[in-house]
């Protein structure tokens, strides 16, 4: 079954230093991972996303995220944080059936995420 | 439309009511999701349809809940005999389903309300 986890519910870190939102998962064929971010009051907007090819994905607003097959991890990261930056950090999974199709898209808890001056 | 469309954008209802939710997703898209957010919370997984069937309607948390698409293209959450724990912002999200990796867009969500 697939599942992705978030392991930490809030991430801290000062303005200017560099950020790493943490994600692992879980499923049975080549995954397709994806960060989306909530602002507040918002809807989730997507940021990145790994399909195959280079580890290392570039998204929106400065954000990378790194692909690790042999660790199941796809941590999100930036390397100098803004304030505006403080959200909900979503991490989410799919994957395609062996027998072909796909599975559903599925999220991680969320990691909030505050940038202080 | 451009984007995924939701509505109503925010619903009160009083316990013991039925309340439909309305999703359009984009145009072609045929994978639709819906999801429940608490709140601060995070996503509930409810159900997902390719096309107008579902493969995985796992996460419907209880017969009180359903959802059908028709055309390929709208999606109704119907929630029958609402309960104050019914009330969460619910979202869906579109995708295409035959392309390799496509991320899933989001509507704003619905805010429910049961009181």
């Known amino acids: 079954a697939q599942s992705v986890a978030q392991p930490e519910d809030q991430v801290n870190v000062a303005e200017g230093n560099p950020l790493t939102v943490k994600c692992t998962y879980s499923?049975?064929?080549?995954?397709?991972l994806f960060w989306y971010v909530q602002y507040p009051n918002r809807g989730l907007q997507f940021l990145l996303k790994?399909?195959?090819?280079?580890?290392l994905v570039k998204g929106s607003y400065g954000f990378e995220a790194e692909f690790n097959k042999s660790q199941t991890s796809f941590h999100l990261k930036k390397p100098s944080a803004l304030v505006s930056d403080s959200a909900l950090y979503f991490c989410?999974?799919?994957?395609?059936?062996?027998?072909?199709?796909?599975?559903?898209?599925?999220f991680g808890a969320g990691t909030r995420l505050a940038v202080h001056p | 439309g451009a984007g995924v469309s939701q509505s109503p954008s925010n619903k009160v209802t009083e316990k013991g009511k039925d309340v439909e939710l309305r999703c359009d997703p984009i145009?072609?898209?045929?994978?639709l999701y819906w999801y429940r957010q608490s709140l601060g919370q995070g996503l509930e997984f409810l159900i997902y349809?390719?096309?107008?069937?579902?493969?995985?309607k796992s996460g419907l948390p209880s017969d009180r809940f359903s959802a059908e698409r028709t055309g390929g293209s709208v999606s109704t959450l119907t929630i029958q005999r609402t309960q104050q724990e019914d009330s969460a912002v619910y979202l869906c999200?579109?995708?295409?389903?035959?392309?390799?990796?496509?991320?899933?867009?989001f509507g704003q969500g619905t805010r429910l309300t049961v009181v």
């Open positions: 145009s072609g898209h045929t994978a």
């Open positions: 790994y399909i195959t090819g280079d580890n």
């Open positions: 999200a579109s995708s295409h389903n035959d392309r390799v990796g496509t991320e899933a867009f």
């Open positions: 989410a999974v799919r994957d395609r059936r062996l027998s072909g199709g796909y599975n559903k898209l599925i």
């Open positions: 499923v049975s064929g080549n995954p397709y």
């Open positions: 349809f390719q096309g107008n069937s579902a493969p995985d």
